[in-house]
């Protein structure tokens, strides 16, 4: 009950999961307020999204993940492989685009050199998967688990990262350089065999994983 009940409160993604809660709810008020039609399965999406990512990171689930390496790895999953899903499918950057001006200066940033970057699906790979054995099977896990900060720089990557593959791959919102079906089915697959690469090589290590923590 603990684990999944209490409260380790985390201000930093408590106060993000609400403050994005909160805009995003303007942003369909405003539309509503025009006329306009805004799917309520969307914005579903958007609250539960947020809801996992505050559950992950100020239930008791938070507490147990800094001192036991399995739970820590829940806490892991659940913000890279389940909240992306509900966020992307929320459709935020459509909702900005349609209820913020101005529109121009939205789309340039969504076009942008920038935004190409970050979602090629060859830097998504590096930041998704590769980044996981630069973590885990180096002394940086270690490091980033003594202390707070650098707990929330994992949790924060971990986040990214998957929000990055999800938006790529079944978001709904324009992309800079959108991939042909056949091209996001590829880019899941390649995650999958370097995820299970890498499960192979954690299982298969004699040597203890974050040992200064």
Sequence with gaps: SSLILGWDFDALFLVLGIVACVY???GVARLRARGDHWPI???ICWFIGWGIVIWATNAGLATYAEVS???HMIQHMT???MAPIFLV???PVTLALRALKPRELLMTGLHSTLARFFTNPITILVIYVLGLYGLYLTNVFGSLMSSHIGHIVMTTHFLVA???LAYVAIGIDPKPAPLPFWGRMMLVLAAIILHTF???VMMSSTTLIGATW
């Design 162 to 164: 998957g929000i990055l």
């Design 41 to 43: 399965s969307r914005t």
């Design 79 to 81: 913000l890279t492989m």
């Design 69 to 71: 390496v399995g739970i």
């Design 89 to 91: 499918l929320a459709g």
């Design 198 to 200: 890498f499960a192979v």
């Design 24 to 26: 995003y709810s303007i």
